[in-house]
Nanobody, 123 residues
Framework: QVQVVESGGGLVQPGGSLRLSCVASGSIFSFATMGWYRQAPERQRELLAA???????EYTDSVKGRFTISRDNAKNTVYLQMNSLKPEDTAVYYC?????????????????WGQGTQVTVSS
């Protein structure tokens, strides 16, 4: 019914930039908070940034000033602009979307994860 797909990962040198995109499609009535997470090998998944329906944002300390989350409601898309990347930013990045799903006359609040996109920061 609803799909969440990330893109934009890749290999970048330290100090470089990447922009991740997360597109949601399907029987979407409305969006609640959307967020970006990452998981490095042998580490727990961590929340990096989140954005509310009124565009209020929050960031974890390790990415403040370097990463920017934004959304385009017309395109059902949330972005993560990542600047000044460091080797320790290497991880699989995941989009999390809290969505109200419309199925006929029924509306359900659900949470969806994308499949992840690999970001590697290395020289």
């Amino acid at each position: 019914q609803v799909q969440v797909v990330e893109s934009g990962g890749g290999l970048v040198q330290p100090g470089g930039s990447l922009r991740l995109s997360c597109v949601a499609s399907g029987s979407i009535f409305s969006f609640a908070t959307m967020g970006w997470y990452r998981q490095a090998p042998e580490r727990q998944r961590e929340l990096l940034a989140a954005i509310t329906p009124i565009d209020s944002t929050e960031y974890t300390d390790s990415v403040k000033g370097r990463f920017t989350i934004s959304r385009d409601n017309a395109k059902n898309t949330v972005y993560l602009q990542m600047n000044s990347l460091k080797p320790e930013d290497t991880a699989v990045y995941y989009c999390n979307a809290k969505i109200t799903v419309a199925t006929g006359a029924r509306f359900d609040d659900r949470e969806f994860w994308g499949q992840g996109t690999q970001v590697t920061v290395s020289s």
